[in-house]
């Protein structure tokens, strides 16, 4: 699954309403290769086995099914794993403006925005 980009990387942190102080509320990690063009504001779903991230995929069987992380910047990880920094606690967002991997239904974004929620990440 593939989240389009119009202006390259452009607006890095967009959806952020507020953060925790400090970096509290992100992580560096890494998106996985395969994962093509992605835009900042992207909920990413996180593999088991590699821990790496990857667009949420509610149909995925090995973590990408699970909301874990909202990307902080925007990235081009078509061929190589690139290592970038997500939102993964404590903080708002601005849930109109996340992007989603074509094919999640609205249940499915509402299911999602629900997990992160246990993290601490609420949408507005």
């Known amino acids: 699954m593939t989240i389009l980009i119009e202006d390259r990387f452009a607006g890095a942190a967009h ?9 509290r509320s992100r992580e560096q990690g890494v998106v996985a290769a395969g994962s093509g063009l992605l835009k900042a ?4 779903g996180r593999i088991t086995a590699t821990g790496k991230y990857v667009p949420l995929d509610p149909d995925g069987m ?38 989603w991997a074509d094919g999640v ?9 629900a997990a992160m929620a246990a993290f601490g990440i609420i949408g507005r």
């Open 62 to 99: 090995d973590g990408s099914d699970n909301a874990a992380a909202i990307l902080f910047e925007g990235c081009d990880a078509t061929e190589d794993d690139v290592r970038r920094t997500f939102t993964v606690r404590d903080s708002e967002v601005h849930a109109d403006v996340l992007h």
């Open 41 to 44: 504001g992207a909920v990413m």
């Open 105 to 113: 239904s609205d249940i499915q974004k509402t299911a999602a925005l």
């Open 15 to 23: 959806y952020l309403v507020s953060e925790a102080n400090g970096y």
